[in-house]
């Protein structure tokens, strides 16, 4: 198993409201990414945070936010959640943000109702 | 930006048999090819993984092999196992920028007695 914790690990919101996921990277990691996974498919890149700075962003909205903190652990924050927001969230850490193998988190899986 | 292709998305072998996964990619820069085995509700793990510079990489049953001419990888498993039945996921990166992982759709391989 990897270092990558994440939590919780199961959160269930109503449309419209926030939500705050974590993500606490591997010992040595500065980077994290974080992926949208949705049943049945490959994970989506959402952002890369790299020593606290955003390092990267995919095709999502502005309402899809994060945050590195100075011991690199990360936050990803989802407001005016919509039904199509429910899926498995995965962060990965790496060495650098330079393309180095990412190993990932167990995930928060989010139900919005 | 990058676009990885993934076949089959269903793949059932008997045990002992080999499993072969393709994958192909559209950027010709990309040049980082990881390979993740995820079992279910279980976080993405990667297997083995290969750089442009390198054709072939093997680990004990499990090999890629990589055309950067035909844009093209593919992953081998030999001797295939029960404990191999999962879904498998191919991705591509151009290192030494923002690690956006693209990730193709996933093969869920299936072992059976």
């Known amino acids: 198993e990897t270092g990558v914790t994440q939590s919780p690990t199961h959160l269930i919101k109503t449309r419209g409201q926030q939500v705050t996921l974590r993500c606490s990277s591997q010992?040595?990691?500065?980077?994290v990414s974080w992926y949208q996974q949705a049943l049945g498919q490959g994970p989506q890149f959402i952002f890369q945070?790299?020593?606290?700075?955003?390092?990267g962003r995919g095709n999502f909205p502005p309402r899809f936010s994060g945050l590195q903190f100075p011991n690199y652990s990360s936050e990803l924050n989802v407001n005016a959640l919509e039904l199509d927001d429910s899926a498995l969230y995965l962060c990965?850490?790496?060495?650098?943000?330079?393309?180095?193998?990412?190993?990932f988190g167990p995930g928060t899986r989010l139900l919005v109702l | 930006g990058e676009n990885v292709e993934q076949h089959p998305s269903t793949l059932s072998v008997q045990e002992g048999d080999s499993a072969v996964i393709k994958c192909t990619y559209s950027?010709?820069?990309?040049?980082?090819f990881p390979w993740y085995k995820q079992e279910l509700g279980k976080r993405p793990q990667l297997i083995i993984d290969?750089?442009?510079?390198?054709g072939e990489k093997k680990d004990q049953r499990i090999a890629v092999t990589l055309n950067k001419t035909a844009k093209h990888f593919s992953l081998h498993i030999t001797e295939t196992q029960p404990e191999d039945s999962a879904v498998y996921f191919c991705?591509?990166?151009?290192?030494?920028?923002?690690?956006?992982?693209?990730f193709g759709t996933g093969t869920r391989l299936q072992v059976t007695l």
């Open positions: 991705a591509a990166i151009l290192t030494g920028t923002a690690s956006k992982l693209t």
């Open positions: 990965a850490s790496s060495e650098t943000g330079e393309g180095e193998t990412q190993y």
């Open positions: 010992s040595g990691h500065n980077t």
């Open positions: 945070y790299y020593r606290e700075e955003e390092n």
């Open positions: 290969i750089r442009s510079n390198v």
């Open positions: 950027d010709s820069a990309s040049n980082y």
